[in-house]
């Protein structure tokens, strides 16, 4: 079975700092990873994934994370936040199997604050 | 359309009225999906579609919710006698098919609240 925990309910930094959101999943499978943000008042989009490719994803707005199996982790990070990067940001994994078990295992989600 | 379109974006009603909360996937997309995002709370799975299957009705709380997706493509979500636990923002996701996939696009969602 899959898992996934979101260390830290809410984050603030300053504008400008690195921005670190954390992510632990748990897998009995390679894993398939996922962060996205949902901005205030909007739907999810898709910030980057990881498919058993290249260990660190870049994805939109400057994001990228790493894949590391041996903590079972797969960190988000920015080197520089900017005020418009303030949003909720989810976790998720599934399973690398094919198939018809598509279900998505989210994270709580993590509440980003950039301070002026 | 060019993405997931959910109608109405907020329905209020009061307690005990059924509500109807409607999606329409982005086209091709076999899979579909619906959440519940209660306040300060992460997202909970509901149901899922996937093509012709028997949908994944796993994470549907009670039996007052139901939901259908007719000819594959437009879905309804029915809250009945609703309750007001149910208020929660609703959200749809559809994906393409195939094991590489499951990139989820999300519509907007439905705010419900429930007087």
């Known amino acids: 079975a899959q898992s996934v925990t979101q260390l830290g309910s809410h984050v603030s930094v300053s504008e400008g700092a690195l921005v670190l959101l954390r992510c632990n999943y748990s897998?009995?499978?390679?894993?398939?990873l996922f962060w996205y943000v949902q901005y205030p008042n909007q739907g999810l989009q898709l910030l980057l994934k990881?498919?058993?490719?290249a260990t660190l994803v870049k994805g939109i707005n400057g994001f990228e994370a790493e894949f590391k199996k041996s903590e079972t982790s797969f960190h988000l990070t920015k080197p520089s936040a900017h005020m418009s990067d303030a949003a909720e940001y989810f976790c998720?994994?599934?399973?690398?199997?094919?198939?018809?078990?598509?279900?998505?295992?989210w994270g709580l989600g993590t509440s980003l604050a950039v301070n002026p | 359309g060019a993405g997931v379109s959910q109608s109405p974006s907020n329905k209020v009603t009061e307690k005990g009225k059924d509500v109807e909360l409607r999606c329409d996937p982005i086209?091709?997309?076999?899979?579909l999906y619906w959440y519940r995002q209660s306040l300060g709370q992460g997202l909970e799975f509901l149901i899922y579609?996937?093509?012709?299957?028997?949908?994944?009705k796993s994470g549907l709380p009670s039996d007052r919710f139901s939901a259908e997706r007719t000819g594959g493509s437009v879905s309804t979500l029915t809250i009945q006698r609703t309750q007001q636990e149910d208020s929660a923002v609703y959200l749809c996701?559809?994906?393409?098919?195939?094991?590489?996939?499951?990139?989820?696009?999300f519509g907007a969602g439905t705010r419900l609240s429930v007087l």
């Open positions: 996701a559809s994906s393409l098919a195939g094991p590489a996939k499951n990139i989820q696009y």
């Open positions: 086209s091709g997309h076999t899979a």
């Open positions: 579609f996937q093509g012709n299957s028997a949908p994944d």
């Open positions: 897998s009995s499978v390679p894993p398939y």
């Open positions: 990881y498919t058993s490719a």
């Open positions: 998720a994994v599934r399973g690398g199997n094919a198939g018809n078990n598509r279900k998505l295992i």
